[in-house]
């Protein structure tokens, strides 16, 4: 069974980055479509982005971090990474990543996806 655990979270200032981790154990990415959400409390999570599968390598962001944001796989350490860039405090969240395999109409969704990492938090605050 799949499993995925989030790391490279933390606090940094306004307009830093950071990069998050989701390392992969049990088995490979492999033809998953791995996405990145987001969720702060009292509010439902929020997609991030994903990478649609190593066929197709089709890139998929939310406008809200789309040129500031950047998702890329290592095959060989079977991880996705996501490169935060230009952080603001609205970018404030616990952090998940997740592997599934959505149609199109769902790659956006939570319910697109069925195996999920413990999340990492990331603020942003001066």
């Known amino acids: 069974q799949l499993q995925l655990v989030e790391s490279g979270g933390g606090l940094v200032q306004p307009g830093g980055s950071l990069r998050l981790s989701c390392a992969a154990s049990g088995g490979t990415f492999g033809h998953y479509t791995v996405g990145w959400f987001r969720q702060t409390p009292g509010k439902e999570r929020e997609f991030v982005g994903a990478l649609r599968g190593p066929a197709q390598n089709t890139y998929f962001y939310a406008d809200s971090v789309k040129g500031r944001f950047t998702i890329s796989r290592d095959n060989a350490k079977n991880t996705v990474y996501l490169q935060m860039n230009r952080l603001n405090t609205e970018d404030t969240a616990l952090y998940f990543c997740?592997?599934?395999?959505?149609?199109?109409?769902?790659?956006?969704?939570?319910?697109?996806?069925?195996?999920w990492g413990q999340g990492t938090q990331v603020t942003v605050s001066s």
């Open positions: 997740a592997a599934g395999q959505p149609i199109l109409s769902t790659i956006r969704t939570e319910q697109g996806y069925r195996i």
